[in-house]
């Protein structure tokens, strides 16, 4: 799960983490959060997410971070960004419009690249992270933020030992371990393995997908 492993996904095109719509969780649930236009939302590990286009046209402005600089190029290509690139220490930076994409290290985030983002939207980050990672993640994440934040996440929850990640399975009670001193609620839960065949033919015996409401407190 190290960098060259998800460069390399990129690079086989073997992304099935990758939707070809906008998330209709993200559409049903995003009101919840209470988001005021022109809050910078920030989409960690964002990939080339339909989902960033669709926050941008609400009135967000988006600040995703991705590791692959292919699929920031192949999501600007896609959809005639125009962008401009320059770096700074971490990253390689491309300002398009409303949307600020960084290309580097997660962990390379710091209070600064976060400071104007009040707002998270995680669909693809945290089950894309073995469980030691997630930690880290989470960590990294709230030690950046500015007070008052709000995440919007979605989750995957089935038996890890009917297959291996990713996307991995994040139950309830690790979400609440994780997040501890947030307030979390669970904003919707679903049974969605008949939405995912190659899961059930891979021997997945259940797969619930979750929607949370994390706050700062």
């Not at 960004?81 to 580097?104: I, K, N």
């Not at 983002?117 to 930690?135: E, F, G």
């Not at 933020?145 to 890890?160: E, K, N, S, V």
């Amino acid at each position: 799960m190290d960098a060259d492993f998800w460069r390399e996904r990129w690079q086989l095109g073997q992304t099935g983490f990758h939707k070809s719509r906008v998330n209709p969780l993200l559409q049903r649930w995003w009101p919840e959060l209470n988001a005021q236009a022109g809050t910078t939302v920030f989409v960690p590990l964002c990939g080339k997410s339909l989902d960033m286009l669709w926050l941008s046209e609400q009135g967000y402005p988006v600040l995703g971070v991705e590791l692959s600089r292919l699929a920031l190029e192949d999501f600007i290509d896609e959809h005639a960004l125009e962008c401009q690139w320059h770096s700074d220490d971490s990253f390689a930076v491309a300002e398009c419009g409303s949307l600020t994409l960084l290309c580097g290290d997660f962990f390379a985030l710091t209070s600064e690249h976060l400071r104007d983002t009040s707002v998270i939207y995680d669909r693809a980050a945290l089950i894309a992270l073995p469980p030691p990672m997630r930690k880290r993640y989470v960590a990294h994440l709230r030690e950046n933020l500015p007070g008052g934040w709000r995440l919007l996440l979605i989750t995957l929850d089935y038996p890890q030992s009917d297959r291996a990640g990713p996307p991995f399975s994040v139950p309830d009670a690790e979400v609440r371990e994780l997040f501890a001193g947030s307030a979390i609620s669970v904003l919707h839960q679903s049974d969605v393995l008949g939405d995912h065949p190659v899961f059930r033919d891979q021997g997945m015996t259940s797969l619930a997908e979750r929607v949370y409401l994390i706050s700062d407190c």
